[in-house]
Nanobody, 115 residues
Framework: QVRLVESGGGLVQIGGSLRLSCAAS????????MKWYRQAPGKAIELVAS???????EYADSVKGRFTIFRDNARETVYLQMNSLSPEDTAVYYC?????????WGQGTQVTVSS
């Protein structure tokens, strides 16, 4: 049974930083890509960043230069370091790993950037 558990969300002021964590269990971490998605109120879910098992990384244009995704294979944890946060980054952030027929998802963690 694969389980993803996010943590690290919260309330932060404009320009501030947060680091999200996603702890994975179930022998999937080392063989799979890991992704961060977010969903703002009234908006579609958006892929924010991804990292493959060989550390190929991609970012959404909206977060390039501000967010960094990295993984700790020993801890089976993927992180999302978020800097220079703006109100547009306010959303629920979800950890994801691809799987067939259904991806695995965490429960989400709320990030709120106050103006």
């Amino acid at each position: 049974q694969v389980r993803l558990v996010e943590s690290g969300g919260g309330l932060v002021q404009i320009g501030g930083s947060l680091r999200l964590s996603c702890a994975a269990s179930g022998r999937i971490f080392k063989i799979n890509a890991m992704k961060w998605y977010r969903q703002a109120p009234g908006k579609a879910i958006e892929l924010v960043a991804s990292i493959t098992r060989d550390d190929t990384i991609e970012y959404a244009d909206s977060v390039k230069g501000r967010f960094t995704i990295f993984r700790d294979n020993a801890r089976e944890t993927v992180y999302l370091q978020m800097n220079s946060l703006s109100p547009e980054d306010t959303a629920v952030y979800y950890c994801n790993t691809p799987n067939w027929p259904n991806d695995y998802w965490g429960q989400g963690t709320q990030v709120t950037v106050s103006s």
